[in-house]
Each structure stands twice: as C-alpha cells, then as structure tokens.
C-alpha cells in the first residue's frame, strides 16, 4: 500500500537553498531598456499589435494571442516602443527570435481597462477568459498557457486542484519565499482556478524541506474548508506534475493522456498567485519572482522582477559576479538551459538565473558505459536510460522508443547519478527530435504522395475529357459529312 | 535390387502424395511484395532514381538490382524501412537526411507558368503573368522545376534554421 | 556552449566504482598473502602487471585515451583473477590468464562496458580446463611468519621456476575432498566432517584460492560494498537464498549424499562469487527483477554442478552461463513504465 | 525418470551444437535477429522430433525386417526435406514475415547435420521408439536454447564498437566457442 503513494527513483541532489532564503523578496525598480519575447510560452508566438513609437502604459496589451495554443503578451511598464526587432534567446541554440522593445519612461502609470470587473460573481469561462487576456502561462517552467488548462479542466469533470508547491530543484527558492510571503493570495488564486475548473477540493504538495513554507500556507488555508496542505518527502523530481500526482494521489497519469483525464490538474504556486492578480487586481502577468543565485553570484537572493529585464541588468542589481561563471544558467541545474551570454531578456519561465562555479557542477570527462543500472534506478518513470542511449547513439531511434524515449521527462536524474558522466539527456533531447524529424517527413512522404495521385488522377480525367470531346467533334463531323453526303445523293 | 527401388519409390510416392495434400491446404497467393515496396515509395515518379517510375524502381529493389537507398525524396527514413521489409541492410550515409525545397526569387519570376506545369505535387501556384509561389509543405525537392524555368529563377534550398526546428546535434561519442 | 542539462553531477565515478571494489577485496588478499607467503604475493604482482600491459596495448591499438587505462577496470579484473588461481601456481599461469581475460574477454568485444562475459571467470574457466593439474594443486596453508614458510628468494624460485609441488606441501581442498569422496561412495556426511570445520571457512586458514578461502572477510567486503551502493544485495541475496535454499531441501531428503547447506555457503568461491563477481555490472542485469533472476540462476547452477557434476567448483561455470542469458533477461524483465499496467499496456482514463 | 536424465543429458551435457558440434550454419546464420532466431528454433524443433519418430518407424518397420539398412541415410534424407518442405508451407502460410526473414534457412534445414545427425544417433544407440523422441525433442530444445541464447548474445554485440577486423561473424565464432566451453561446466551432469 506505501509504494502506492511513494515515487520511485529519483535523486537527492544537495539542495544549496540556504544560500538565497535569508532575505526577503526585493522588488527591483524598472530597467533602462525592455525586452518581451513573442514566444516565451509553449505554442504559437504572440502577435504584436503595437507599432514602432506607440506609446504604451503599465499591463497594457501589446502582443494579442495567435490560433488556439497561444499566450498574450502585456507591456511590463509605460514607456515607448521602440519596435519589434531580433533578440539572442535564452537558448543553447544560440539562435535568436523577435521581441518587442521599450524604452520605459519611468512614470510607470497603469493602464485602467474600460470595464473593470467586480471579481465577486465571475462564471467559470469569465475566470479562464480573463485569465487568458491576462497571458498568464505555467510558471513552474512549462510555460503551457493557463487558460487552455482551465478549458480543458472545466470541461472534463476534474474533482482536485493540486497546488505544486514542491519545488524540488536544487538553489531555487522563489515557490518556497512566493508561499512564506504571500501565502493568502496563493490560495485565494488557487479558489479561482477551483471555481474555473468546478473542483471540489485543493490539495497544495510542499516538500518537507520547507518548514516556514508549509507553516504560512497552513494559517492561510485555515479560512478555507476545501483546502488541504500535503506535506511530500523532498527527492527530486517531485515537482514534476506525473510525480506529484502519484505521491498525493496514488494515482498514474496514463501514457500519452493528461492529468485531466483521471480528474486531477496541476497548477504552480506562482501561477496561481499571478491568476489572483490578474483578477483582483487586474494586473497581468508583467512581472514574477526569480531566484539568483550560484557561488559565482555576490549576493544570492529572489527578486521580483520585470519581464523582459535583461539578465545582465539583474546580476548589476544583485552586486554582480564575484568570478566568471563557468555556466550561467536560466531555471535550475537538473533542468535549466545554459544561458549564451547575459544579454538575453527574462521570460515568464525563468525560474532562476544560476551562476555556477565549476565545483559546483562537478563536470568530469565521458568515460564508456559500464552498464551499472544505476541510472535505471534513478529513473522517475522506469525506463532503461543505458538502453535507449546506446539505441540513440547508434542512431536507431525506433529502437530507443521502444524502451520509452517517449515517456521520458527528461528530467536529468539519470545523468546526475552516471559514474561515466554520460550525457543522457543529451542523447535523449538529440533521440527525440531526430525522432520527431522523421515522423514529419514520413507525413510529408504520404502528404505528397496523396497530392501526386490527385495530380494524375486529374491528368487522366483532362486527357480522357479531351480525347472525348474530339472523338464527340469527330463523330459529329463524320455525321455532318454524311449528312452533306445524304444531301447530295437526295 | 528390386526391393530397393521398390521401397525407395513407395517411400518417394507417398510423401509425394502428402505434400500435394498439404499444398491444397496451404495454398497461399503470391505474396504481393512489389505492390508492398510499390506503396512505401513516394509515389512521385520523379525519376530522381534513375528508374522511369515508382513502380519500376519498386522492382528492381526487390530483386535487387536497386539499392533501397536510390530514392532521395524518401531520404533516410524511407531507406531504413525499405531496408527492413527487404532484409536487406543500408547504409545511409549518402543520403542527405536534410530536406530541400524549391522557392521562387520574386524579381526574377515573369509568371510563365512552365514550372507548376512540371511540378509531380502541384507545389507551385500561379497563374499567367502573375509571381508564381512554392508550398514548402508540398514540395519533395525533385528539382524538376528548377531545370523547367527559362528565367531559373528557382533554387532549391534548405530549410532555415528557427527555433521550433531547431534539433540538438548527436553528444560527441567517446 | 552545446551543453544540455543536468548541471549538476553526484560524487560517483568509474574510478570511484573501481577502487572501491578493490579496497574491499583488500582485506582478504592480504589474509591470502598471510596464509600462502611470498608466491601469493609473486601471483598479485603479476596479474595486475599483466592486466596493465594488456589494457594498454589494446587502448593505444583501438586508439583510444591510455589514461582510460587508470579507469581502474584493467586493475580490478587483475586483482580478482590473483585471487582465483592456487597460491602457489606458476607465473606463465597467472599472465596468460590474464592477457586473456583483458584482451579477449574485455576489448575484444569492444573495451569496457561492452563485454559479454565477466572476463576474470572467462579466465578461471578457461584455465581449469586447458590446465587441470596446475589449477587444482592447492597448497597447505603456512603462515608467512613460520619457519616452514618459503622467503623471498623461495618464493621467486616457485612461482618462476615452478618445480612440481611435493605431496607434503599440497593437499585437496574442501569441495574436492568431498567429491572425491562421493565417487568413492563414501557418504558426504562422513566426507564434509572430516575437512570442513566452520572456524577455518570463516577464517579462512584452509587450503583453496589465494584470496577466497576466508568467508567471513569475503562477506564484510561485500556489505562494505552495498553499504557504499557500489553494487546492490538483490544478486547476492539471491544466489544465497537459493543455494541454502536448495541445500537443506535436499539435505533434509538424504543427508548422506548431500552436504548440508552451511557447507556450501561457506566453502570454496560461493561468498566471493556472490558480492564479487556475480555483481559486475557490465555482465549483469540492469535492473531489479533481473537480477533477482540472475542471482538464482547463479545458485541453481552452481548447485547443481557442485551436486551432479564433475567440476567440484562450479561458480565460475555458472556466472558464465548466467551472463549468457543476461541479453534475454534484460529482454523480458523490466522495470513497469509510469503510466502502464505490469503488462505492458497502457493504463485506461479514469471513466468516473 | 531414465527418460528425464536422458532428456537433461540431451539439453545440457551433451548439448547438440555446442559439445556435438552439429548444426553451426543455422547458430551462424540466423542468429543476428532475435525475432528470426526464435522462429528458427521453433522450426527445428517440430523438424527434428517429427523426423526423429519417423526415422526410427522406417528403421524398424521397414528397412530391418527387408534388411536395407544400408538405404537408412537415402530414406531419412527423403523423410526430412518432405518434413522441410511442410513446415515451409506452414510458415508461408502461417506468418510471411517470418518467412522472409528466415529466408534461405528455412529450406536449409534439411541440410542441417543436427536433423539428419539427430536421427541416426537414434538408430545407432537403440532407443525405443519413446525413448527416441525423448531424444529428438532434447536435442532441439538444446538447439533452440543454444540459438536464442546467441541471438541475445549478438543482438548486444551489432551495437558494440568490436574492432573493425573482429566486427560480425568473427566476434560471433569467439562467443560460440566461449558458450561451447561454459557448456563443458554441465559435463558429466548425468
């Protein structure tokens, strides 16, 4: 009955928060250049509705969904718009991609909308609606729009809101002070989202590593009869969604489904907090709680800071480097991206800016695969991590599949616990985009196929049309000379 | 002597007799591997094979005149399943996994419709005297544009890099 | 700057593994050294200088990094083959089955992590059956500080100039006095109480190998091991479980024929085998379920050779043939992926 | 109880391919594939005991009371390709995938010197007509273990990086011979 609510495998990576939970959270001021990204969420890029030297004002609109799968973006301050021009992303890729600047004017004057809303006696859709023009995404780093999951949860019957508060990265602390501080608004954002989904119940998971955490949510849940503070064993990864569902529930999330589909949705602590925002104090998401730290920064600490804000500006703010990274990193070290420089902007799914030393991340040559089974054990899902490396470096990606590539979260505990220091996530993210290549181009093969059997199929029918309408001019001209003829011999 | 023969032949008759039996009962159609192979191909009879049509060239790959790798709009994918179904194995490396596909140079372009003409998926639309204009999503590469327009003011190109295309490259093996 | 994440990395190594394995197979070397003088000590030196020699040729041949050869691997395999030869065996002995081991058995198939069989058994077997009479003449124990005990000079003189060993000096160990005693159809009961008595298993002041006569030390190095989660007890625990298991059914059934199961447990390679070589991760399952398997497999087949067949130590042939079936235990025995059923298939939505 | 220490005797003592030595080409031949390997096996057996029982009613019913015990090869060979050819129908029928993977062997197998080898050692040790199909049944369930066994065993090895001069079927004849020594660990088993 225990392995029922226990989660398999996993690591105990040493946590290093201490470092950035001894002061509170400090509100920056307004940098002097912003830079919102169009696609900071997963789904089609924003679309811009501003122009080049509009003005605009605090939380205004500036970026309007595009299609179905898509998040909104709002300006973080007022001040000018430069114009839409290309950013370095926050990519190993190195790649860059369009975002709208501004140049703020310090005022700092808020946009009031025409009809504001009493927040009282809003239905389920004005809440998801709302929610949407707000932009709010997943802030635990799926940045997966909000308001799809409110859709979505509504119309299948989801009976529990489970609150991850669990935060099992290593440095990141920006859930763990968001709950110590503003515990109240968590979960007044979390009755909204219930009220959204038609829930009957909250359940918010917080590692035991949190005391002060849990304590806070615990006397602000004390108003509430539908709320329930869980507290979870502390392993990574408990904070993704399918291990936390397991561990609170017992229950599995069946391969290839969604969470809502065994009635339960998963939503972080910091978006909740920024649903309440959005409706009681009708300010979207411009801006969220980022924690700095790593032993290359001066002074570790969470901030509350603008989207868009470049990187560099933030590190200025918190004292600077105190030595050269050998990475700096965007969201945590299991599974944050390595930053190219500090030129690029914060986007509603930076967690944290980490600037790490080389001791901390204990880097070391790739030595062959000696077959330990102790990355099958770290697993989180089960899977054969040697396997489907050794399949993928032998570039059989159908064979990988076969021992789960698709069901891995990439998670990066396997990695973590490697003697050989294998890059597995690496080989798995390479596995499964060339996995995803060849799947387009198999349905491009028969898309084109398709298209080329239509073209002869109408070749054909030309070519038959037209040899039947000459043999019709034929017959009829034989027919008009037979009747001259009949003509004639009368 | 005659006793040998006799046996050998009663013995030869009678297992004759129980496998002309067993072939009535495990009749089994010609098993239609050509038409199979047939139906994997692109079916696009561009002749970047070599081969007149898709159907020859299915033919000659099965027995074994064509290497599974002569088809390049299938690219690698295509070779690797082939490869399977024939038992056969492939070694991939010439074929270029990275798809091209053609795009018009809009000053160039007199609108003089001789490529949608040739296109084998109608990837090209455009009407007399007007800019002509290539679907990426339709269009397999085969080049016959390319060499069907007077002002050549096609090109084949490759895919350009974004960010939802992006891929990670294989980690450096040890 | 194409680095994926993790960022972060624990303390583990191959060169960790490695040495720590070695460090817990310290304790009983050095007892072997105790028990059998300078020639045990010849054989070590030996094997390891071999094992280094065989790895680095075949590095520098495949082209790979040479400082792969300090990995530790090359050194391990070395030192556990020192431990299965006869102390006092000769020199040509310890360096073939050696050379073999490392070159056929491990880069043949293409280095570390990629063979198929654990090279120091391929070895133990291999030189068992090609050179019967020198893998089998045990000799007594005298302790390296008695008078009998051979100096330095004596010990050179037997391992390289290897005159064949007087009967005085050798006798048969526990398992072949029992065998042979079988074929005399003197009972096992009668056989077993004549050599076996528990203090030297458990000490280790027996005749056998030069590292694999003393339980006890073979035991405290393989909790060491798991205490440290270099290896993990499923494969140890179920070899023993299943030996024991397997000696007392049929003790119980005729306890003249066959010994009792503390005897098997405790005698020849069995407590070496399980926490040593059974547990080699390149040649064993990766998983739980199929170690378990492997484990048992292990006791069975050692078991039964020991019982019915003619080999009196038969760890060696069933770690192998347990390897051989490795590939298809791993094919059938997996771990249950989240989101699937134990069959396979995936579980349905919830219909509430 | 004699039948199941002949049976054991047959799997692992003197197991067919690998103390024997008979029946190489197929563990060669068909082994890379695990899926192949299977199917080989499953072949072989339902071959080896059906010629196995006929085998022995031709030797006793037949060729002894005629004395034509010199025709025994000739007829046994008869025997096992229309065996062959049977199961080749079946399988056609049954799964043509199989069929095609297994190719060239499948008609190989008359050739194969475990069948015919199988069938004479049967007639030359005098079993009874039971006792012989115990033997036959052991000889191919040894032939099947020892092949699935070498599938698993090459399927791990097509993905090693083995040295350019031992890739494939040199590496493969080093394991075979390996197996064949782990398999004298059963000698004297029985």
Not at chain 1, 475 to 483: N, Q, T
Not at chain 2, 78 to 102: E, F
Not at chain 2, 112 to 137: E, M, S, W
Request: contains cysteine; neutral net charge; aromatic residues 8%.
């Amino acid at each position: 009955m225990l392995m029922k609510f226990k989660v398999r495998g996993g690591v105990h990576a040493d946590e290093r928060k201490e470092q950035s939970t001894d002061k509170p959270i400090r509100v920056l001021g307004i940098p002097p250049l912003l830079s919102i990204p169009l696609s900071q969420h997963a789904g089609l890029p924003a679309k811009p509705i501003v122009t080049e030297g509009q003005h605009v004002l605090k939380g205004e609109l500036i970026g309007a969904t595009a299609g179905d799968r898509s998040a909104s973006i709002h300006a973080p301050t007022s001040g000018k718009v430069l114009g839409i021009g290309r950013i370095q992303a926050p990519h190993p890729s190195l790649l860059s991609y369009d975002a709208i600047h501004i140049e703020p004017d310090g005022l700092d004057t808020v946009y009031v909308p025409e009809n504001p809303i009493d927040p009282q006696q809003l239905s389920a859709e004005a809440i998801a609606d709302l929610v949407d023009g707000a932009g709010i995404v997943g802030l635990g780093g799926a940045t997966y729009p909000a308001a799809l999951k409110l859709k979505a949860g509504s119309r299948q019957n989801v009976h529990t809101l489970i609150l991850n508060g669990s935060e099992c990265e290593p440095y990141l602390t920006c859930d763990d002070m968001l709950m110590r501080e503003r515990a109240a608004e968590v979960i007044s954002g979390a009755q909204l989202i219930l009220k959204a989904i038609n829930a009957k119940q909250i359940i918010a998971g917080i590692e035991d590593n949190k005391p002060e955490a849990i304590k806070a949510m615990q006397d602000a849940a004390q108003a509430h009869s539908n709320v329930e503070i869980r507290v979870i064993p502390t392993r990574y990864p408990m904070g993704s969604a399918k291990q936390l569902i397991k561990v609170i529930t017992g229950r599995e999330v069946p391969t290839g489904g969604r969470s809502s589909d065994i009635g339960v949705l998963v939503h972080n602590v910091a978006t909740s907090f920024a649903v309440h925002q959005a409706i009681y104090q009708a300010r979207p998401l411009i801006s969220r709680v980022v924690t700095l730290s790593g032993q290359a920064l001066e002074t570790p600490q969470n901030v509350e800071v603008l989207i868009g804000t470049p990187v560099q500006w933030l590190l200025e703010q918190c004292g600077g480097l105190l030595s050269t990274p050998t990475r700096m990193l965007m969201g945590g070290p299991m599974m944050g991206q390595i930053l190219p420089n500090t030129g690029v902007p914060i986007t509603k799914g930076a967690s944290a800016i980490l600037a790490l030393t080389e001791e901390e991340i204990n880097s070391a040559p790739v030595s062959p695969c000696i077959r330990c089974g102790s990355c099958v054990q770290a697993c989180p899902m089960g899977l054969l991590p040697l396997e489907m490396a050794r399949h993928s470096r032998a570039d059989d990606y159908d064979g990988a599949n076969e021992f789960g590539l698709k069901d891995c979260i990439l998670c990066g505990s396997c990695a973590y616990v490697c003697p050989s220091h294998i890059p597995l996530v690496h080989y798995f993210q390479f596995a499964k985009g060339k996995h995803r290549e060849n799947q387009i181009q198999s349905r491009k093969g028969e898309y084109t196929k398709s298209l080329s059997e239509a073209r002869m199929a109408r070749q054909e029918k030309e070519a038959a049309e037209k040899a039947a309408a000459k043999a019709e001019k034929a017959a009829k001209a034989a027919a008009r000379k037979k009747a001259s003829s009949n003509v004639e011999e009368v | 002597m005659f006793l040998t023969i006799a046996v050998l032949t009663s013995l030869g008759l009678m297992l004759g007799f129980i496998l002309g039996y067993a072939d009535k009962i495990f009749a089994v159609e010609e098993d239609p591997l050509i038409k199979d192979v047939e139906s994997m191909l692109p079916g696009t009879h561009c002749g970047q094979c070599g081969f007149t049509g898709c159907g020859s060239a299915a033919e000659a790959m099965v027995n074994g005149e064509a290497d599974v790798t002569c088809c390049p709009p299938g690219g690698q994918v295509l070779a690797k399943s082939l490869a399977d179904k024939l038992g056969v194995s492939a070694d991939l490396s010439n074929l270029t996994s990275v798809p091209l596909t053609a795009s018009v140079e809009e000053s160039l372009c007199t609108g003089c419709c001789r490529c949608f003409r040739v296109c084998p998926t109608d990837a090209i639309v455009g009407a007399n005297k007007q800019l002509h204009y290539v679907f990426k999503d339709a269009c397999t590469g085969c080049g016959k544009c390319v060499t069907a327009c007077p002002e050549n003011c096609i090109a084949l190109h490759q895919e350009e890099e974004t960010l939802d295309n992006w891929h990670w490259p294989k980690p450096a093996v040890v | 700057m194409m680095i994926s994440s993790p960022h972060a990395h624990d303390r583990s190594s191959v060169e960790r593994t490695m040495y720590l394995v070695c460090f817990a197979l310290l304790p009983a070397t050095l007892l072997g050294f105790y028990l059998f003088g300078w020639p045990a000590i010849n054989l070590w030196l030996l094997c390891i200088a071999a094992a280094l020699a065989g790895e680095l040729l075949c590095l520098s041949l495949a082209g790979k990094r040479l400082s792969f050869a300090l990995d530790g691997s090359a050194i391990l395999t070395g030192w556990i083959i020192a431990m299965t030869l006869p102390p006092w065996g000769p020199w040509w002995l310890a360096v073939t089955g050696t050379l073999f081991a490392v070159v056929i058995g491990k880069h043949l198939y293409g280095g570390l992590g990629q063979n198929l069989f654990n090279p120091a058994m391929l070895t133990r077997v291999g030189l068992l059956i090609s050179f019967p009479l020198e893998m089998t003449t045990w000799a007594n124990v005298n302790p390296i500080t008695s008078a009998t005990a051979p100096g330095f000079i004596e010990g050179l003189r037997i391992t390289f100039v290897a005159a064949p060993l007087t009967d005085a000096l050798t006798g048969a160990t526990a398992l072949g006095h029992v065998k042979t005693a079988l074929t005399a159809s003197i009972p096992s009961s009668v056989s077993v109480a004549e050599i076996f008595t528990l203090k030297d298993a458990l000490t280790g002041f027996t005749r056998g190998s030069l590292g694999e006569t003393s339980a006890l030390l073979m035991l405290a190095g393989g909790v060491f091991l798991i205490w440290k989660k270099i290896i993990q007890w499923y494969i140890p625990v179920a070899l023993i479980v299943t030996v024991a298991v397997m000696a007392t059914l049929f003790n119980s059934i005729d306890s003249e024929r066959y010994a009792p199961a503390i005897y098997h447990l405790l005698s020849g390679a069995l407590m070496f085998g399980a926490f040593f070589i059974a547990t080699d991760p390149v040649t064993s399952p990766s998983n739980v379920k199929g170690q378990l398997i492997y484990g048992a497999g292990i006791g069975l087949v050692t078991f039964t050779i020991r019982t019915w067949g003619s080999f009196p130590e038969a760890i060696g042939f069933a770690v192998l043939f347990m390897n051989a079936l490795t590939p298809i235990i791993d094919r059938y025995f997996r771990p249950r992926i989240y989101g699937y059923n134990y069959k396979g298939t995936p579980l349905k939505a919830a219909k509430e | 109880m004699e039948l199941i220490t002949l049976m054991v005797g047959t799997v692992l003592v003197n197991n067919v391919v690998l103390v024997k030595f008979l029946g190489l080409c197929p563990l060669m031949g068909v082994s890379n594939k695990f899926s192949t390997a299977t199917g080989m096996g499953v072949a072989t057996t339902f071959v080896l005991t059906l010629s196995c029982m006929s085998g022995w009613l031709i030797e006793h019913y037949i060729l002894e009371p005629l004395n034509l015990q010199y025709l025994r090869i000739i007829c046994f060979i008869l025997v096992v390709a229309a065996v062959v050819q049977f199961t080749e129908m079946m399988i056609k029928k049954s799964s043509p995938l199989l069929h095609r993977t297994l190719g060239i062997f499948l008609p190989l197998i008359t050739t194969n010197c475990a069948v015919l080898g199988v069938a004479l050692i049967n007639i030359s040790e005098g079993f009874s007509f039971i006792e012989s199909m115990t033997y036959g049944i052991g000889a191919s369930i040894g032939f099947s273990l020892v092949l699935i066994m070498f599938a698993g065993l090459r399927e791990r090895l097509a993905l090693s990086e083995v040295p350019k001069t031992f890739a494939g079927t040199p590496v493969a004849l080093v394991t075979a011979g390996i197996l064949s020594m782990i398999f004298m660990g059963f000698g004297g088993l029985v």
